[in-house]
Nanobody, 116 residues
Framework: QVQLVESGGGLVQPGGSLRLFCVAS????????MNWYRQAPGKERELVAT????????NFADSVKGRFTISRDNAKNTVYLQMTSLKPEDTAMYYC?????????WGQGTQVTVSS
């Protein structure tokens, strides 16, 4: 059974930082492209960051470029999202997604709230 478990969310002030974690089990993690999505209330789910299975290629939404970094540790089956210079508009539920060919799995999400 595939599981993706996110953690690291919380309440942070504008300008602050958070590091999100996603630990995967039940799949060959090193084969999967890993993505972080987010969804704010009343808005569509948005792709925030992508990292290929080897970590060679990373892509980011324009809204987070220069502020967020994605990385992975295939030995630990873990993908990270380092978020800096956080803004109130970054407030959302953040979801981890694993994708390989036709296979796609989701975690339950971790809430990030940016507010003073």
């Amino acid at each position: 059974q595939v599981q993706l478990v996110e953690s690291g969310g919380g309440l942070v002030q504008p300008g602050g930082s958070l590091r999100l974690f996603c630990v995967a089990s039940g799949l060959t993690f090193s084969s999967y492209t890993m993505n972080w999505y987010r969804q704010a209330p009343g808005k569509e789910r948005e792709l925030v960051a992508t990292i290929t299975n080897t970590g060679d290629t990373r892509n980011f939404a324009d809204s987070v470029k220069g502020r967020f970094t994605i990385s992975r540790d295939n030995a630990k089956n873990t993908v990270y999202l380092q978020m800096t210079s956080l803004k109130p508009e970054d407030t959302a539920m953040y979801y981890c997604n694993a994708k390989f060919i036709r296979f796609s799995y989701w975690g339950q999400g971790t809430q990030v709230t940016v507010s003073s």
